[in-house]
């Protein structure tokens, strides 16, 4: 999966570039894969059908790794990666052993959501006390009135964005193509 792109912000365009030109080659040929590991694990190929399942629904995109994976270029692109970037952080909070539970919830806060945060998220007020509350006493869903809200945004605003940008068009252009 695209990890590590939380760097300056030109790196992280320089990043983008590099996942865009990787999808490029993956295209040419069907039985390539994004990594080593993926070639011994057949559900990380890029399927010539999978780009066009991206355009069904958001879900599709987030559940696809590929997918994931170019939506996640295309954020840092727009500068505004540290919104899967949260919605992925929560996701992997909710299988947090509760031992665990307070730390991960701190972090999460403290990188995400709290005002004046690294990579903070546009959350309101409201939404930001709320998360705060609920890291005091942390559970698997405190963090859900959040990421719902983040997951709204990146559905309504980032998503038919990406659909639109010149990244994915290309890469369904060349799936046409192949």
Known sequence: MCRGLDSLPSTCL???????????????????????????????????????TWKESFDKLLSSQNGLCLFRAFLVSEFSEENIAFYLACEDYKETKPSKQAAKA??????????????????????????????????????????????????????????????????TRKVKSG
């Open 14 to 52: 320089e990043r983008a570039k590099e996942l865009k030109a990787l999808f490029g080659s993956l295209l040419q040929k069907s039985d390539h894969s994004l990594n080593s590991q993926a070639k011994k694990n057949e559900k990380h190929k890029l399927n010539r059908e999978e780009p066009f």
């Open 106 to 171: 701190r972090n999460i806060y403290e990188e995400f959501v709290r005002s004046d945060a690294p990579r903070e998220v546009n959350l309101d007020h409201a939404t930001k006390a709320i998360t705060k509350e609920n890291i005091e006493e942390p559970s698997e869903s405190c963090f859900d009135l959040a990421q719902s809200k983040i997951y709204t945004l990146m559905e309504k605003d980032c998503y038919p964005r990406f659909l639109k940008s010149p990244t994915y068009l290309e890469v």
